[in-house]
């Protein structure tokens, strides 16, 4: 913590050099704080790194390039850091839905958790980070077999589970006692985070998903969403028959949940009170109305019977875990940031250092 004080202050004393405004507390100079911790950061073990740490806005929010060893690319990782960045804090993983957060370079013009709800202005001064990364557009963030025409070398759970967390903790004071939430695709994926690290990521959260992904449903949904993004899913885990469907099933791996926190939250597909003219993201326009009542109640649909299947799994191996089955409710961002504030009423002591 001396050192971190000692960077802040030669920082602070450049940046009076040049004339630009000084702020004295980091929480009001996220600059300074993107410094600090691109000097802090720490490679992951194999070989992973931070290449660069920016204060880009909108609010405290930061953007942490990482170089990513496994898929050999950098990823861009949006970063709310806690309200004292000199503290330990844990951190909550906010992992995105079908496109990734974006599909422009920009994760700013994209719909993703810091976007299409209001994340930036609720965990600010929250002692937690708030960690967000940034593309897998369609790749179940997973580890895909081999490389792929149209989407690239994926190995989404690798940067997850052992690329991304040690430059996190070591970037932002991180205690290694994480928490992970996820919405529509990505729901498969913050199980599997979960499973493959569990004392790192110690409780998980899914909004809206399903996560049944080796029986024949839940392998055409996998087959459309991907090939809907350009990929093909045979390059992600072979034929039907390949048991890289069974051993990415993170229901029938539902046992290696046990001791983890869970909270799993649907609507039903019938619209809700936030499915009107006048709620979120609607404008007033009657035709994203429409598009979210339609595709958002289908989705919804679909994703509550998953649900009810997760609950009697976990229920069966006698797993505890929370489920909020709302009365009504489409696949939309409104119920997302809803969902989001409920989780975090449960991790906060857990993130709390």
Not at 255 to 279: F, M, Q
Request: charged content about 15%; proline content about 7%; glycine content about 10%.
């Amino acid at each position: 913590m001396v050192n971190s004080m000692v960077r802040r202050l030669a920082l602070a004393v450049t940046l009076a050099a040049t004339g630009l405004p000084v702020v004295a507390t980091a929480q009001a100079a996220p600059d300074l704080v993107a410094a600090d911790a691109m000097a802090a950061a720490v490679p992951a073990p194999n070989g992973s790194f931070a290449v660069a740490a920016a204060a880009n806005g909108p609010g405290k929010v930061i953007d942490l390039t990482v170089h990513s060893a496994a898929m050999n690319r950098p990823i861009t990782v949006a970063v709310i850091p806690a309200a004292d960045p000199d503290k330990p804090a844990g951190s909550l993983y906010l992992i995105n839905g079908v496109d990734g957060g974006t599909d422009t370079p920009d994760w700013r013009e994209g719909s993703n958790w810091f976007t299409k709800t209001d994340a930036v202005d609720f965990f600010v001064g929250k002692q937690a980070n708030i960690v967000m990364p940034i593309g897998g557009a369609g790749t179940f963030y997973t580890d895909w077999q081999v490389d792929d025409p149209g989407t690239g070398r994926n190995r989404w759970l690798t940067f997850l589970t052992t690329e991304l967390p040690p430059i996190i903790d070591s970037a932002f004071h991180g205690t290694g006692r994480d928490a992970v939430a996820g919405l529509s695709m990505a729901s498969a994926a913050v199980f599997r985070m979960a499973q493959e690290a569990p004392q790192r990521f110690q409780m998980v959260g899914s909004f809206s998903g399903c996560i049944q992904t080796s029986n024949p449903a839940g392998q055409a949904m996998v087959a459309s969403i991907v090939t809907a993004r350009r990929g093909n899913p045979l390059n992600m885990w072979g034929p039907p028959t390949d048991p890289a469907w069974i051993a990415n099933d993170a229901a029938l791996n539902a046992e290696k949940l046990r001791g983890v926190g869970v909270y799993v939250s649907t609507g039903n597909g019938l619209p809700g009170p936030l499915d009107t003219l006048s709620g979120p993201d609607i404008d007033g326009s009657p035709i994203k109305l429409l598009d979210q009542m339609l595709i958002g109640g289908v989705l919804d649909g679909i994703t509550v019977v998953c649900t009810a299947l997760l609950r009697d799994r976990l229920a069966a191996l006698n797993i505890p875990a929370t489920f909020n089955f709302r009365p009504a409710g489409t696949h939309s961002w409104g119920y997302w940031e809803q969902d989001m504030h409920t989780y975090w009423d449960r991790v906060a002591a857990l993130l709390a250092g």
